[in-house]
């Protein structure tokens, strides 16, 4: 290896994955997205006898990165999918998707118009902490994603990611010892909590739940700081720690959260445990 040389990543140049629909792919991703087709490779396999005839072709996604296909020659596809919503109901083949980068929440609203004008089913805008999409699929049932950025990602966030993951790991292996997986986030919650007692020299047993201080988050530390019922504090310039006397209840359409916004309330970490968590209502109580 040269020593010399510096290593880094520049940009994403191309995703890939298989079609089993030429026509109708070159199609929505020409005609409906509006992507140049900017170049196609039609090759006679690819070394070993396997390996069967294809072409290869990529359409422009903007900023020097394209998204192509391989088009495999007489192979049969996959058993066919039933036609699905845009809406994540098969988690793990939905994971893989492709995901674009809208101007504004207005470019964003006009894509999705644009799209339900051609026919395309589009989902409702969704909120996920620091962006909005709208998600629909292409003719092979992918999950295609276009996205706008609702604030830049802060240090903040590099650090309490990297908490998290470790919260996490550190929860998986404590129940590979019992034998155990880790089934629920609130066991990932609870880990990352007792990081962050202990980084911040926290005490006690009251119930309480750190909140990353960040945009999407400033209506749970405000709800807080106007209840009586709860202590809020600031262990970290990166965090609050909200604690209950006896317990802690938040109700999202008074914090006006969107729902997966919602659902992701303790990614901070967790003092305590969930009593109840449903679609508007959570209340925690000491563990």
């Given at each position: 290896?040269?020593?010399?040389?510096?290593?880094?990543?520049?940009g994403v140049?191309h995703?890939?994955?298989p079609t089993?629909?030429?026509?109708?792919?070159v199609?929505?991703?020409r005609?409906?997205l509006?992507?140049?087709l900017?170049h196609?490779?039609?090759?006679?396999?690819?070394?070993?006898?396997t390996h069967?005839?294809f072409?290869?072709f990529?359409?422009?996604?903007g900023?020097g990165?394209?998204?192509a296909?391989?088009?495999?020659l007489g192979e049969?596809?996959?058993?066919e999918?039933p036609?699905m919503p845009p809406?994540p109901?098969?988690h793990v083949f939905?994971a893989?998707?492709t995901?674009?980068l809208?101007?504004?929440n207005?470019?964003?609203?006009?894509?999705k118009a644009?799209?339900?004008?051609?026919?395309v089913?589009?989902?409702?805008?969704?909120q996920?902490e620091?962006i909005?999409?709208?998600?629909f699929?292409?003719?092979?049932g992918?999950?295609i994603e276009?996205?706008?950025?609702?604030?830049p990602?802060?240090?903040?966030?590099?650090q309490?990611a990297?908490l998290t993951l470790q919260?996490a790991?550190?929860?998986e292996?404590a129940?590979g010892?019992?034998?155990l997986p880790?089934?629920?986030i609130d066991?990932?919650?609870?880990e990352k909590?007792?990081?962050?007692?202990?980084?911040?020299?926290?005490?006690?047993d009251?119930?309480?739940i750190?909140?990353?201080?960040?945009?999407?988050?400033?209506s749970v530390?405000?709800?807080?700081?106007?209840?009586t019922e709860?202590?809020?504090s600031?262990?970290?310039t990166?965090y609050?720690?909200?604690?209950?006397?006896?317990?802690?209840?938040?109700?999202r359409k008074?914090?006006?959260?969107k729902?997966?916004v919602?659902?992701g309330?303790?990614?901070?970490g967790l003092?305590?445990?969930?009593?109840?968590?449903d679609k508007?209502r959570v209340r925690v109580?000491a563990a």
């Open positions: 290896m040269n020593q010399s040389v510096s290593l880094g990543l520049h140049d995703t890939a994955r089993w629909k030429l026509r109708e792919t199609e929505f991703y005609d409906i509006g992507l140049p900017v196609t490779i039609s090759a006679r396999g690819w070394g070993p006898k069967p005839d072409l290869h990529f359409f422009d996604s900023n990165s394209t998204i296909f391989f088009y495999y049969a596809g996959p058993a999918r036609s809406t109901d098969d939905d893989t998707h995901a674009w809208a101007d504004s207005e470019q964003l609203l006009s894509w644009m799209l339900e004008e051609k026919g089913e589009v989902s409702s805008t969704t996920h620091l909005e999409s709208i998600y699929r292409d003719p092979n992918y999950f276009i996205t706008v950025k609702l604030r990602l802060q240090s903040l966030d590099a309490d990297a919260a790991i550190d929860a292996r129940a010892k019992a034998a880790v089934r629920e066991a990932v919650w609870r909590g007792r990081l962050l007692s202990g980084k911040f020299g926290v005490a006690g009251a119930p309480g750190f909140i990353p201080a960040l945009a999407e988050f400033a530390v405000e709800a807080a700081e106007r209840d709860c202590k809020v600031r262990p970290s990166g609050f720690l909200i604690e209950g006397k006896t317990a802690l209840e938040f109700h008074e914090l006006g959260l729902p997966a919602w659902y309330l303790f990614t901070g003092r305590g445990r969930i009593d109840t968590f508007d109580v």
